[in-house]
């Protein structure tokens, strides 16, 4: 009795087995195909992490020292939260140190990640910035129809792979030019993008700095509030 119980046990595994793999590929099969925007946006109210896991060539995201004698600054984690149409991200940095980002309408407004002052970036005023009144997420701006591949399981979901088509060489420099923005924004190193097919938020994006994994969480309560240091810096911008 109890090999007959086994048995028909485990052959209720293997085919509770083959039908999840049947389902996975008929999932697959069925996915339309993605349009666009293809990246959603965020909700009005909600939070996430990026957590980056270097490559293993390096140590990740990086920002270069003010000097020869000052140590590269490499990006460990983002903690992202938004209200509307303002954001708030804590950059933490591998030596354990934290800078903040604000985002009000399509500019950002950065703490120093050498504490040399507060920074705004706008697109407005250099179209090589991210313009977060379009997205609510930076390094996909170079997504295009011929960069997606497939639809994948990854991440325990269904996934838009996309897959750089265009790889740059060197930056765009400031000042006018006639490329359009996936040519400004085009990686600098093979990178792949995974989004979800039911939600159309990133879930991972892989390039040469390393693995951006995402993690969305439970939307906040209140309000992002600007800090008075930069709420001086944006009523100059836009006083400009």
């Given at each position: ?18 039908s ?42 990086s ?14 984690q ?16 591998a ?12 500019a ?133």
């Amino acid at each position: 009795m109890t090999k007959l119980l086994l048995l028909a046990a485990g052959t209720a595994l293997f085919f509770g087995g083959l039908s999840w793999a049947q389902d996975t590929d008929s999932d697959l099969d069925n996915v339309p195909l993605p349009k666009p925007p293809f990246i959603a946006r965020a909700p009005a109210k909600s939070a996430w992490i990026i957590t980056i896991t270097p490559s293993a060539n390096g140590k990740g995201p990086s920002v270069p020292p003010l000097n020869p004698t000052s140590p590269t600054k490499y990006l460990k984690q983002q903690e992202w939260t938004k209200s509307g149409t303002v954001m708030r991200c804590v950059n933490d940095w591998a030596d354990g140190t934290k800078t903040e980002d604000w985002i009000v309408g399509a500019a950002k407004l950065s703490d120093g990640v050498h504490h040399d002052g507060l920074h705004l970036y706008s697109p407005k005023i250099d179209p090589r910035y991210h313009d977060f009144s379009v997205s609510d997420f930076e390094m996909l701006d170079w997504i295009t129809p011929k960069d997606y591949v497939r639809p994948v399981k990854h991440g325990g979901e269904v996934c838009y792979l996309f897959t750089a088509t265009t790889i740059a060489t060197t930056s765009v420099e400031s000042g006018p030019h006639n490329k359009t923005l996936a040519q400004i924004n085009a990686p600098t190193s093979p990178t792949s993008v995974f989004i979800s097919v039911q939600t159309g938020l990133p879930v991972e994006i892989d390039n040469g700095d390393g693995q951006y994994t995402f993690q969305f969480l439970p939307p906040p309560s209140g309000d992002l509030k600007l800090p008075d240091p930069f709420l001086a810096l944006w009523k100059a911008y836009r006083g400009h």
